[in-house]
């Protein structure tokens, strides 16, 4: 294994570098190619943001397994390498690492507008800056183009806690003389909102009680980090958590879990092309509205303890779905199986209930050939026997993904521009389709 190692001395050089790197590269894909084999799924990339914001909570180092280094990551890591952490990473062969967060000399209490607006998981450090050193000061967020996704719901939170929260200039400044527990109801269950929520509240004094939680199996694995750093919380998983104050957090060991939208951008890449392949490293049930949309697909699903296998050699039968916190169809699936809707038998539904603007990938779609017909939150999808390739762009992350998997099984040659939105999340994306059969590749334009 190689080690690398980022120092808050350099780390301005290393943003600089990052955020000037050239947008050039685009995926070159030649459609028509059933994807056959065998994919192992990388660690979730939604789970390792806010585990490596939750490490700045201890002054003793933290080491996370299972990293995966997507673009969204490495931003994270120069992130806290900006605020005075040391951040150690171990490159293994599998392309996940272990990276070990050594927080004690945090000596910056904001975050660079350039890192903050390139990504929106950025704003998880307001809870444990506010917590661990008492103030914070972070620009307001970026991220994809997806829609507003207001941040009222954790600042109303933090300010619950006790936080003095003001906002002027593009920026959110919160202070604190020392949190304290509070019943906290959120008006809709946000992941990021319950993520921020849940870290700051475990250093605050007396117990939080927060209501209408998210129940993403993220928030689950947050709480099981905090759990063997030395919190109190309960509940995580439900929509009602509680968490009970301490002094202070130690440093830990922690495996990520699978990442489950990964696996579902494979499976529904599978079905797009009428392919077979075995997803694994997964647990099924974080997946289950996903494979029950598939079964009603005509799509033949086989479920192992950890990993899902399809068969998907027929066209699929159009469905409707709507999306919804878990345990509901995740929206972070919905451009993908638009995708897959777009050439399935008869008249799809999607209506999307998280975002209200995640049909960007709609138009792209119709540029191949795609019928679809938008209704604000609601799209009609008339299937097409086959997509013609051509040139689109990608958006967005998991618009972009979309537009891939329509290549994968369009006719003819597909370029998609824009693959930068789609590091963010992916890592070697390329790579791992080519292993399944895809004939895709990443070129400069």
Not at 70 to 77: L, T
Not at 154 to 183: C, P, Q, Y
Not at 326 to 343: I, K, N
Not at 381 to 389: A, K, N, Q, Y
Request: with cysteine; net charge neutral; proline share 5%.
């Amino acid at each position: 294994p190689q080690a690398d190692v980022l120092e808050p001395t350099d780390v301005l050089e290393q943003i600089r570098l990052l955020l000037n790197t050239e947008p050039g590269e685009i995926f070159k894909i030649a459609g028509g190619a059933p994807l056959e084999g065998k994919v192992k799924v990388n660690g979730a990339k939604n789970a390792a943001l806010p585990a490596l914001a939750a490490c700045l909570l201890a002054d003793e180092p933290s080491t996370l397994h299972r990293v995966t280094p997507a673009e969204d990551i490495r931003c994270m890591g120069l992130l806290l390498s900006y605020l005075g952490a040391v951040v150690r990473i171990e490159d293994r062969d599998s392309g996940e690492n272990s990276w070990t967060i050594e927080p004690a000399g945090l000596f910056r209490h904001g975050a660079p507008f350039q890192l903050v607006s390139r990504m929106r998981a950025s704003f998880l450090i307001l809870g444990p800056l506010l917590a661990r050193l008492g103030r914070a000061r972070i620009h307001l967020p970026g991220g994809c183009a997806i829609g507003t996704r207001p941040i009222d719901l954790h600042l109303k939170a933090l300010a619950a806690l006790g936080a003095r929260i003001s906002i002027g200039d593009g920026l959110v400044s919160a202070e604190t003389n020392g949190l304290k527990g509070a019943l906290i109801r959120l008006d809709f269950p946000s992941v990021g909102a319950t993520e921020n929520t849940m870290m700051a509240s475990c250093l605050a004094r007396g117990i939080t009680t927060i209501e209408n939680a998210a129940e993403e199996p993220e928030i689950v694995d947050l709480a099981r980090l905090l759990i063997t750093m030395g919190a109190k919380i309960d509940g995580a998983g439900t929509k009602r958590i509680q968490v009970e104050g301490v002094d202070r957090l130690s440093g830990t060991d922690h495996i990520l879990p699978a990442d489950r939208i990964e696996a579902g951008t494979f499976l529904a890449a599978a079905v797009a092309t009428r392919g077979r392949i075995t997803v694994e490293g997964v647990d099924p049930s974080k997946l289950t509205a996903a494979l029950l949309k598939m079964s009603e697909m005509g799509v033949e699903v086989e479920e192992g303890p950890d990993w899902i296998r399809v068969d998907a050699r027929s066209r699929p039968r159009a469905v409707h779905l709507i999306t919804q916190p878990y345990p509901g169809f995740p929206t972070d699936l919905q451009p993908q199986f638009t995708a897959v809707l777009s050439t399935s038998q008869g008249l799809g539904r999607i209506t999307e209930q998280v975002f209200e603007d995640r049909f960007g990938h709609a138009r792209e779609l119709e540029r191949m050939g795609a019928r679809i017909r938008l209704d604000g939150r609601t799209a009609r999808i008339r299937g097409v026997s086959r997509l013609t390739g051509t040139q689109v762009s990608a958006a967005d992350l998991r618009g972009g993904a979309a537009l891939v998997i329509a290549g994968l099984g369009a006719e003819g040659l597909t370029e998609v521009r824009g693959v930068r939105h789609i590091d963010r999340g992916y890592v070697n994306l390329e790579g791992r389709l080519a292993s399944l059969g895809a004939c895709i590749e990443r070129r400069w334009s």
